[in-house]
């Protein structure tokens, strides 16, 4: 039984959360208050995360930033705050999805099935390896010749993708719907520093020209 976290200050929407999705079978934890409120979420250990962005204490984004410092665990935020800035605010510090209140159950359900699916269908794969590089998917790290780097969740999904597809040329937009599940409302740019940062890390390692570019094509490996 996979185990959602619900993070919403509004008693009403979180008890109707609730009774929703343990009707479809899923185990629900709520946090009791909004203070400590990462401990509570680490130790809480769930499968998914769903969280709203108006928060009090700190906002969800706040939150989001501070779960990804510590956990790769997927996050759906389900906010009235549905401007474009806040979709791509909640994208960029590590979203899985963004939903917009007021939304359809069924459609809801669909979205958190797909992450699970998505996050845990390949959760026997433990490592990636090509040549010496050695990708940890389990705590989110790249081992080259006994060099151990920490990866962000984004810069994880990357080298996931490209090691995956090694010798194949793999698209921005092939990288960015592994990222966001979608292209619209996403700065370019915003692929360019993750890549960047994602190359830096990589040559910490020994690894200079790991990630190749294909000009006008994409990248390789």
Not at 104 to 130: C, K
Not at 159 to 165: E, G, I, Q, T, V
Request: proline share 3%; net charge negative.
């Amino acid at each position: 039984m996979k185990k959602i976290l619900i993070i919403e200050d509004d008693e009403t929407i979180r008890t109707e959360l609730k009774n929703l999705l343990e009707k479809y079978g899923y185990e629900i934890d709520t946090p009791d208050s909004f203070t400590d409120l990462i401990p509570f979420i680490l130790t809480s250990s769930p499968h998914l995360i769903l969280l709203d962005l108006g928060l009090p204490l700190h906002d969800g984004h706040y939150i989001c930033r501070e779960i990804r410092k510590h956990s790769t665990i997927p996050i759906i935020v389900v906010t009235s705050r549905n401007t474009s800035t806040d979709e791509l605010m909640s994208m960029n510090l590590g979203a899985d999805d963004f939903i917009a209140k007021p939304y359809h159950t069924q459609i809801l359900l669909a979205r958190i099935e797909n992450v699970l699916r998505r996050t845990y269908q390949n959760s026997s794969e433990s490592t990636i390896q090509v040549g010496t590089v050695s990708l940890n998917l389990s705590n989110s790290s790249i081992s080259v010749n006994g060099k151990t780097q920490e990866l962000t969740k984004n810069e994880l999904r990357i080298l996931r993708l490209l090691m995956r597809n090694q010798g194949n040329i793999i698209s921005r937009e092939q990288i960015m719907e592994e990222l966001w599940q979608t292209d619209e409302f996403v700065d370019d740019n915003t692929l360019t520093v993750n890549i960047n940062r994602l190359r830096k890390k990589l040559e910490e390692t020994g690894l200079s020209h790991f990630i190749r570019t294909k000009r006008g094509q994409g990248y390789i490996i």
